[in-house]
């Protein structure tokens, strides 16, 4: 178990990726591409609020890699990035918790 200066440094190095989850509308994308790609237009009609809004957590999304894009001729499209939600499972690969639950839920 990882305590004091060694667990501030791996707690840092994984604080904003789960950071850019927490908010309502960055779950609401996360969860419509869950569904597969989607242009902007489709994801802001979706959740309902502004494109500029939508754009702005999309922004942070990309920053912190959980959601991708494409361009398709005049469109952009926003997928999720698998890689990205391993990040968690990275974090707690050397507790308990991870190896008598998350690993036997995968098996």
Same mark, same amino acid.
Do not use: S
């Given at each position: 178990m990882l305590t004091g200066y060694k667990l /501030? !440094? /791996?707690?840092?190095? *994984?604080a904003p990726k789960m950071a850019a989850v927490g908010?309502? %509308?960055r779950l609401a994308i996360l969860y419509? &591409? #869950?569904?597969? !790609? &989607? =242009?902007?237009?489709? $994801?802001? #009609?979706? $959740?309902? @609020? =502004? @494109?500029?809004l939508v754009a702005h957590h999309i922004a942070i999304l990309l920053k912190n890699g959980w959601v991708g894009k494409r361009k398709e001729r005049r469109e952009t499209y926003y997928f999720l990035k698998d890689h990205a *939600? *391993? !990040?968690l499972f990275r974090m707690?690969?050397?507790? =308990? *918790? %991870?190896?008598?639950? $998350? &690993?036997?839920? &995968? /098996?």
């Open positions: /501030k !440094e /791996k707690v840092n190095l *994984f908010h309502r %509308y419509l &591409l #869950a569904h597969g !790609e &989607l =242009p902007l237009h489709e $994801i802001v #009609a979706d $959740i309902d @609020q =502004p @494109q500029n *939600f *391993f !990040e707690l690969v050397d507790t =308990p *918790f %991870y190896r008598n639950v $998350i &690993l036997r839920r &995968l /098996k």
